[in-house]
């Protein structure tokens, strides 16, 4: 079965309401990161959290390696927070590659 | 500035023909990737490299090989190709130890009629 696993598939939101995003995995971790990938298509890192809770501005990151999961808190969205959010792991043992997320698709209306 | 260039960013190729994509990164790193993304999948990884060496290959078929000519540099030669190889392949780079967060290209687009 697949090893990271995202929900929701896709949200809606209002501006201004928060949003908890879950990447839930079935193998042993080494790291965990963010990505919003832009409805272009293009990729950017939000977090590189193996564990513990990270901050970036409203954006919040929380891994929890003994339950496999791992959270992205938005809080007060804006339209421009609109695109696909996707976790991805490395595994422990190998650092070579990451495994994907089908990601989140996030739709924020004003 | 993009750090990491893509070229083309759309491609449209014939079954049974030969496409090169191009990426060059130019953030000092000396690990690259490719990763490809297909609809309704997850990223898919394809090939690591660590200073000019393949590291690691999770593609089954051989008519995909990397080329690395320079140290930033990293293309992908696809040969014989398929409808089925329809996808958005992307290029990505980081350090190969540590925190090794992943930076990527803006991605090339191929289509296979």
């Known amino acids: 079965g697949q090893q990271v696993q995202q929900s929701p598939a896709s949200l809606v939101l209002q501006e201004g309401e928060n949003a908890e995003l879950q990447c839930n995995f079935s193998?042993?971790?080494?790291?965990m990161q963010w990505f919003y990938q832009r409805p272009g298509g293009s990729l950017v890192s939000l977090f590189y959290?193996?564990?513990?809770?990270k901050h970036s501005g409203r954006l919040t990151s929380t891994t929890v390696i003994k339950e496999r999961r791992s959270s992205l808190h938005i809080s007060s969205s804006q339209t421009t927070d609109s695109g696909t959010y996707l976790c991805?792991?490395?595994?422990?043992?190998?650092?070579?590659?990451?495994?994907w997320g089908l990601g989140t698709s996030l739709v924020v209306n004003p | 500035d993009p750090k990491i260039i893509q070229k083309p960013k759309y491609l449209v190729a014939v079954t049974g023909s030969e496409k090169i994509l191009i990426c060059e990164q130019y953030?000092?790193?000396?690990?690259m990737y490719w990763y490809r993304q297909s609809a309704k999948k997850p990223l898919e990884f394809m090939f690591s490299?660590?200073?000019?060496?393949?590291?690691d290959n999770q593609t089954a078929s051989s008519r995909f090989q990397p080329q690395s000519s320079k140290k930033n540099h990293l293309d992908l030669q696809i040969t014989a190709l398929k409808p089925d190889d329809s996808a958005t392949y992307f290029c990505?780079?980081?350090?190969?130890?540590?925190?090794?967060?992943?930076?990527f290209g803006a991605g090339t687009r191929l289509s296979v009629l």
């Open positions: 990505a780079s980081s350090q190969p130890r540590g925190q090794n967060t992943l930076y």
């Open positions: 991805a792991l490395e595994e422990v043992g190998d650092n070579s590659k990451l495994i």
């Open positions: 959290n193996p564990s513990g809770t």
């Open positions: 953030l000092g790193h000396n690990a």
């Open positions: 490299y660590s200073y000019q060496k393949l590291m």
């Open positions: 193998t042993s971790l080494n790291s």
